[in-house]
């Protein structure tokens, strides 16, 4: 960050007030956690409006129009309906699990958006094990889903939760060799930020996308699995399973549920362009954005502006392949799923970071 | 724990999102209704009567699937470093890799043969 010395003595005197450092600290921390969780609310917001409007359109209807202007509250006023709704209780389940179910699948999903890098400096954790931590913290959502599943007291919910952590368990290891392929090759590092600049050099075509074509379509199928939508929503497949490990769930554990969903697609989504589309990078070359500018601080605002904008641009442009698959293909059944994950797509991960190190190797 | 200070604020980051789903229920304690009726305890199975127990037969193919998952994960697990440190190290650990890669490769199609991948 450039400061110059009218801003660093400031910061400094705020600092030598002994009483304040403690204060400056705890600022230094909430307020990018909650600026991050404001934009991940209203990313949410987005996205769940953007999907309505699509399957609108493809479905030839029209799509929210009722709640704000053009539909764009629509998230917003099922979250309040949810939370007037009531909170049913199984009789003979598990109380606390039924509860904790859907807060680990919330509260892991979040844990992922620390480590995107929306600009070169913002990013809320520039953690030296960058992906691996998505990878690690996305792990534990299955949990929450087999608690879900088993303390509903119901055969349906039980069922649907020991596939649903099935199916999350399965597309796990794709998932992860396809990131460890981009770790090896491009970045050498695992951190978010070394490999959004990894991909900086050439534009457009310096994407990880072309690098590495067979692990982006192994990563979208993966993604798409773990996020459980179409054609992987087995889980909560409307007409046989009632609505799965979500059957018993009402009022706001329902919503979170409902939310859990959408922060997943979101943060694969970012994951998506950071891994492979190139983050916050212009990637139309030879366009010199900071010759407008001759100021320094001026060009710091202006150009993270654009980096958080580039960034959103281009996940929500990915996002149009998610939310179009979902009423375009139909949907798989489990044994197919199953052996869609283990026997198709993990030889071709295996294969896919075997021949990237070998491609290193001969390069060196 | 408290060493790595760059974990620091993911660490705040935790305890403010375990905060969110909490302020969701109190919320809701406050605001929903609660109206009880000897209709709502039941479990939902479709409109009729529950029968049996809550409880199924727990199918052995949920445990095969989870046990080969396990082995893949922790193989991914030592493969991460491996990948990081590629570049300085030289070929001859590739060619380890390549062979632990190997073995975990006939762990799977020797579970693949013997049917522990299927679902039926």
Same mark, same amino acid.
């Given at each position: 960050?450039?400061?110059?010395?009218?801003?660093?003595?400031?910061?400094?005197?705020?600092?030598?007030?002994?009483?304040?450092?403690?204060?400056?600290?705890?600022?230094?921390?909430?307020?990018?956690?909650?600026?991050?969780?404001?934009?991940?609310?209203?990313?949410?917001?987005?996205?769940?409006?953007?999907?309505?409007?699509?399957?609108?359109?493809?479905?030839?209807?029209?799509?929210?129009?009722?709640?704000?202007?053009?539909?764009?509250?629509?998230?917003?006023?099922?979250?309040?309906?949810?939370?007037?709704?009531?909170?049913?209780?199984?009789?003979?389940?598990?109380?606390?699990?039924?509860?904790?179910?859907?807060?680990?699948?919330?509260?892991?999903?979040?844990?992922?958006?620390?480590?995107?890098?929306?600009?070169?400096?913002?990013?809320?954790?520039?953690?030296?094990?960058?992906?691996?931590?998505?990878?690690?913290?996305?792990?534990?959502?299955?949990?929450?889903?087999?608690?879900?599943?088993?303390?509903?007291?119901?055969?349906?919910?039980?069922?649907?939760?020991?596939?649903?952590?099935?199916?999350?368990?399965?597309?796990?290891?794709?998932?992860?060799?396809?990131?460890?392929?981009?770790?090896?090759?491009?970045?050498?590092?695992?951190?978010?930020?070394?490999?959004?600049?990894?991909?900086?050099?050439?534009?457009?075509?310096?994407?990880?996308?072309?690098?590495?074509?067979?692990?982006?379509?192994?990563?979208?199928?993966?993604?798409?699995?773990?996020?459980?939508?179409?054609?992987?929503?087995?889980?909560?497949?409307?007409?046989?399973?009632?609505?799965?490990?979500?059957?018993?769930?009402?009022?706001?554990?329902?919503?979170?549920?409902?939310?859990?969903?959408?922060?997943?697609?979101?943060?694969?989504?970012?994951?998506?362009?950071?891994?492979?589309?190139?983050?916050?990078?212009?990637?139309?070359?030879?366009?010199?954005?900071?010759?407008?500018?001759?100021?320094?601080?001026?060009?710091?605002?202006?150009?993270?502006?654009?980096?958080?904008?580039?960034?959103?641009?281009?996940?929500?442009?990915?996002?149009?392949?998610?939310?179009?698959?979902?009423?375009?293909?139909?949907?798989?059944?489990?044994?197919?799923?199953?052996?869609?994950?283990?026997?198709?797509?993990?030889?071709?991960?295996?294969?896919?970071?075997?021949?990237?190190?070998?491609?290193?190797?001969?390069?060196? | 724990?408290?060493?790595?200070?760059?974990?620091?604020?993911?660490?705040?980051?935790?305890?403010?999102?375990?905060?969110?789903?909490?302020?969701?229920?109190?919320?809701?304690?406050?605001?929903?209704? &609660? *109206?009880?009726?000897? +209709?709502?305890?039941?479990?939902?199975?479709?409109? /009729?009567?529950?029968?049996?127990? =809550? !409880?199924?037969?727990?199918?052995?193919?949920?445990?095969?699937?989870?046990?080969?998952?396990?082995?893949?994960?922790?193989?991914?697990?030592?493969?991460?470093?491996?990948?990081?440190?590629?570049?300085?190290?030289? &070929? *001859?650990?590739?060619? +380890?890799?390549?062979?632990?890669?190997?073995?975990? /490769?006939?762990?799977?199609?020797? =579970? !693949?043969?013997?049917?522990?991948?299927?679902?039926?």
């Amino acid at each position: 960050m450039i400061m110059d010395t009218t801003e660093i003595q400031d910061i400094n005197s705020f600092y030598t007030v002994e009483s304040l450092k403690g204060v400056y600290g705890i600022i230094w921390v909430l307020v990018p956690i909650l600026t991050l969780i404001l934009g991940i609310t209203i990313g949410v917001l987005v996205i769940v409006w953007l999907e309505r409007e699509i399957s609108a359109g493809l479905q030839q209807r029209i799509g929210p129009e009722y709640a704000g202007p053009l539909g764009v509250l629509q998230a917003l006023a099922d979250g309040t309906k949810l939370l007037f709704k009531e909170n049913l209780l199984p009789s003979r389940g598990d109380i606390r699990l039924f509860s904790i179910g859907p807060s680990i699948a919330v509260i892991s999903i979040l844990l992922s958006y620390s480590v995107i890098p929306f600009d070169y400096r913002l990013v809320l954790a520039d953690l030296n094990i960058g992906v691996f931590l998505w990878i690690a913290v996305s792990s534990i959502a299955p949990i929450g889903l087999l608690m879900s599943g088993y303390s509903s007291n119901n055969k349906y919910s039980f069922l649907g939760g020991l596939r649903a952590a099935a199916q999350s368990i399965s597309y796990e290891i794709p998932l992860t060799l396809c990131v460890l392929s981009i770790s090896l090759r491009v970045s050498n590092s695992l951190s978010t930020v070394d490999i959004v600049e990894a991909q900086s050099k050439y534009g457009f075509w310096g994407w990880n996308l072309w690098c590495q074509p067979i692990g982006f379509i192994v990563f979208l199928i993966s993604s798409l699995a773990e996020c459980e939508r179409l054609p992987f929503d087995l889980p909560e497949a409307e007409e046989e399973l009632v609505a799965g490990y979500q059957t018993e769930y009402s009022g706001i554990k329902f919503g979170l549920f409902y939310v859990a969903s959408y922060l997943n697609l979101l943060v694969s989504s970012l994951f998506v362009t950071v891994l492979y589309l190139g983050g916050w990078n212009i990637s139309i070359p030879y366009i010199f954005v900071s010759e407008l500018f001759e100021i320094n601080k001026a060009r710091w605002v202006f150009g993270t502006t654009i980096g958080i904008f580039i960034t959103l641009a281009k996940t929500y442009l990915f996002l149009f392949i998610p939310i179009t698959t979902r009423w375009t293909l139909p949907r798989l059944r489990i044994d197919q799923l199953l052996n869609l994950g283990w026997k198709f797509l993990l030889p071709i991960s295996l294969g896919n970071l075997l021949l990237t190190t070998s491609f290193q190797l001969f390069s060196l | 724990m408290f060493l790595l200070y760059e974990y620091d604020i993911f660490w705040a980051f935790l305890i403010i999102s375990s905060v969110i789903p909490i302020l969701a229920f109190l919320i809701s304690g406050v605001l929903a209704p &609660i *109206s009880k009726g000897p +209709e709502k305890l039941s479990s939902y199975e479709s409109g /009729i009567e529950p029968m049996g127990d =809550a !409880w199924l037969q727990f199918r052995i193919r949920y445990y095969m699937f989870a046990l080969v998952f396990v082995v893949f994960d922790v193989e991914t697990v030592f493969l991460y470093p491996w990948a990081m440190s590629f570049d300085v190290l030289g &070929i *001859s650990v590739f060619i +380890e890799a390549f062979i632990f890669v190997l073995i975990l /490769i006939v762990g799977l199609i020797y =579970a !693949w043969r013997k049917r522990a991948l299927e679902w039926s």
